[in-house]
Nanobody
Framework: VQLQASGGGLVQSGGSLRLSCAASERALTGHAMGWFRQAPGKEREFVATISWIGISTSYSDSVKGRFTISRDNAKNTVYLQMNSLKPEDTAVYYC?????????????????WGQGTQVTVSS
């Protein structure tokens, strides 16, 4: 399985972006998905996760109420809608999958990672 993240870019504070994560094959079946991010000089951190069916989600406190994770299993794609962006949201964003259908927030619970997409929010 390969994951391809896209949709990053440069946006002003208060703006919006939608990230996409597409699987290279029909291999997201039964897999929960997550988004993580890593800012320069900082450790990679959890952003959001969604279960295989899409009923269960979880967000970090820093993005709750501003970001929304969703998925279209027919398209093998997971999305992260980011609204009200702040300069502190600047980071490389990674999507990842885990070998079960249940959500998780820890990095070591995911086994397949995409290459990352840069999000830069200017003040």
């Amino acid at each position: 399985v390969q994951l391809q993240a896209s949709g990053g870019g440069l946006v002003q504070s208060g703006g919006s972006l939608r990230l996409s994560c597409a699987a290279s094959e029909r291999a997201l079946t039964g897999h929960a998905m997550g988004w993580f991010r890593q800012a320069p000089g900082k450790e990679r951190e959890f952003v959001a996760t969604i279960s295989w069916i899409g009923i269960s989600t979880s967000y970090s406190d820093s993005v709750k109420g501003r970001f929304t994770i969703s998925r279209d299993n027919a398209k093998n794609t997971v999305y992260l809608q980011m609204n009200s962006l702040k300069p502190e949201d600047t980071a490389v964003y990674y999507c990842a999958s885990r070998p079960t259908s249940f959500i998780a927030t820890k990095i070591n619970e995911y086994d397949v990672w995409g290459q990352g997409t840069q999000v830069t929010v200017s003040s």
